[in-house]
């Protein structure tokens, strides 16, 4: 015999005064079963639904009775003391409780402490945001996430020890961690360089005999082959260049001036020797930028300027030719690959004819337009442009700060200024306020994504306690910080935001829509390749959020901390 007292596990919902007496049961009386005494009390309608539906099979002896039954009670035909004959076929079909058809797992990353924790569901409550997703609403495929090899983070990886370097490679590339997916990398040096070089340093070098990627061979190559190592299903790779040769320049200098026309030849022929070079190594490249910040960056660093229209007609006439010729048509150019508020100007020269359009795959951008605003009037434009185009976020960082050192509470409070905060335009200052650099990545991340972009790569894996090595010394912030002298590593709360997405949400995933009546809450939502849902939302307030998401006929009832981004994964 069991006797149950309160129990709800039975009826779906939790119920009061409820006595269940069962001699000879089996599980969930799915089968033949004798002498059942059940009393509710106070019942609601659904526990009445399921109690039905539970019987499942013929039964004998059954004495029910049911206090202050509402409408669903009508379901009920006889109550007699010895027996109850149910007569309703639809719910002697149904199971003892509704069967869950998406296996939940929620994780969490939070100012209070949770760093990518996995947590539990909560009760129903009265107050909770409902949020419906919809699998029937269908955007953009998802090309991946993921951040940069740059020569400054190679270098530190060498730095570290071994197995620090194995630990932070398999945090980033490995299932068990953030599993990136997609990453961008650099052509000739960067900022993020120890030094200013390039690939074919001989003037003159017209047919680029002497090109070579030797600068590449101690550092960022080494590392990108380790990361293949690791990753189980590989990741894709944007190269961009910084500047072309010196000598190819109008002003023969590593910063600014413009591509000399007699050099669109030889400067279109160095991309497909890299690309070769680089496959010699194992590397294919999966797609390019034609240009870094083709505005400049205030002539401080390795740059090369183009407008929108001098752009386009390189890659019409000569860069999307070459690489066609060579072999190399498939290798997915992008073009601008900088603010988004320059965006319209640009997409519409790009686009401007379909002679023009083939040779792009899509627009790359930046997000150092403004620390708080994702400019998603000017994604929207570049999408219905041309919708059959991608828009690739492919560099955002927290610039002009020193990392802070194991101080996970400083990225999570509004602390941090950027380039903006001292030499923005008066007009431009309001763009540029004090933010909490988690919000700035969870907002940015979201806000990109439910705005048809494709694909989301932060700079620098990798920096030191200075936000560094470079060699222009403009310090920023990287989801790793390592002190190689004393062979530490530090992995910040932006490495937990940014897996959020990275580790979820897969390749091939198709944005889905939802319904979210929070304006405070962020939400956005997938389906990845093998079917399964991928919601992840963000809480930037003080005070946490009950919520129930609604998904065909299952609902998850669960809270999110104040300050906090939450990832929830349903599977079949």
């Known amino acids: 015999m069991i006797i149950i007292h ?7 919902r939790k119920s009061e005064n409820i006595l269940i007496i069962i001699h000879r049961q089996d599980a969930c009386l799915g089968r033949k079963s004798e002498n059942i005494l059940i009393i509710i009390h106070r019942q609601d309608a659904y526990a009445t639904y399921l109690h039905l539906a539970c019987l499942g099979r013929k039964s004998e002896n059954i004495l029910i009775i049911i206090h ?12 007699k003391t010895k027996f109850l004959h149910i007569v309703t076929l639809s719910l002697l079909l149904m199971n003892c409780q509704p069967q869950k058809t998406w296996k939940t797992e929620l994780y969490e990353t939070s100012a209070g402490g949770n760093k990518l924790t996995k ?50 490679l398999k945090a980033y590339f490995s299932e068990e961690g953030a599993n990136y997916s997609l990453t961008r990398t650099h052509i000739n040096s960067c900022d993020f360089s120890l030094s200013q070089y390039s690939y074919a340093p001989e003037a003159d070098d017209m047919e680029l005999k002497k090109f070579s990627i030797k600068e590449d061979m101690d550092d960022i190559i080494p590392m990108i082959k380790d990361a293949q190592k690791i990753s189980k299903n590989g990741f894709k790779i944007i190269a961009s ?14 910063v600014g001036g413009k591509l000399l026309p007699k050099y669109n030849e030889t400067w279109a022929l160095f991309f497909s020797k890299y690309f070769t070079e680089y496959k010699k190594q194992g590397i294919d490249i999966w797609g390019i930028t034609v240009e870094n910040e083709p505005h400049g960056n205030g002539n401080n660093w390795e740059s090369m300027l183009f407008s929108p229209k001098e752009m386009t007609d390189f890659v019409q ?9 060579d072999g190399y048509g498939h290798v997915k150019i992008l073009g601008y690959d900088q603010n988004r ?13 379909e002679k023009a359009a083939k040779y792009f795959a899509g627009t790359a951008i930046h997000w150092y337009e403004s620390t708080y605003d994702f400019f998603p009037d000017a994604l929207q434009y570049a999408h219905k442009k041309r919708p059959d185009k991608l828009l690739i976020e492919t560099e955002g960082c927290i610039d002009a700060e020193v990392p802070k050192w194991q101080d996970d509470a400083w990225y999570w409070r509004k602390e941090a200024t950027d380039w903006g905060w001292d030499w923005a335009s008066e007009k431009e200052k309001h763009l540029h306020p004090k933010y909490a650099p988690a919000f700035r990545y969870a907002t940015d991340i979201i806000g990109c994504l439910n705005n048809w972009v494709d694909g ?29 002298e004393k062979d530490e590593v530090y992995f910040t709360p932006l490495y937990y935001v940014m897996a959020h997405f990275s580790k979820f949400i897969r390749p091939d995933a198709v944005r889905i829509g939802f319904e979210n009546p929070d304006k405070d809450l962020m939400v956005t939502a997938t389906q990845n390749p093998d079917g399964s849902i991928v919601a992840v939302l963000f809480n930037p307030t003080e005070t946490k959020k009950s919520f129930s998401i609604s998904l065909q006929e299952q609902t998850i009832n669960a809270t999110i901390a104040p300050k906090a981004i939450q990832t929830i994964v349903l599977k079949k």
Do not use: H
């Open 456 to 484: 989301w790569v932060d700079w620098n894996m990798v920096l030191d306690k200075q936000g560094g090595p470079n060699w222009f010394k403009n310090w920023c912030i990287a989801p790793v910080i390592v002190d190689p």
């Open 119 to 168: 947590i539990e569901e909560t009760p129903a409550s009265e107050n909770a945001i409902k949020i419906k997703l919809k699998t029937e609403e269908k955007f953009q495929k998802i090309v991946g996430f993921g951040g940069s090899f740059t020569e400054s983070s190679a270098y530190l990886l060498n730095k570290v020890g071994k197995a620090n370097r194995e630990k932070i």
């Open 68 to 79: 202050r039954q509402d409408a669903c009670a009508t379901y009920l035909n006889a109550m």
């Open 241 to 254: 260049p910084w500047t072309a040769p010196p000598w190819m320049k109008d002003n023969n200098k590593w």
């Open 6 to 12: 309160r129990q709800d596990a039975c009826l779906g």
């Open 317 to 325: 006439d000569f860069l999307g030719p070459k690489l066609e010729k």
């Open 341 to 353: 508020a320059g965006l319209k100007e640009w997409v519409d020269e790009m686009y401007r004819d």
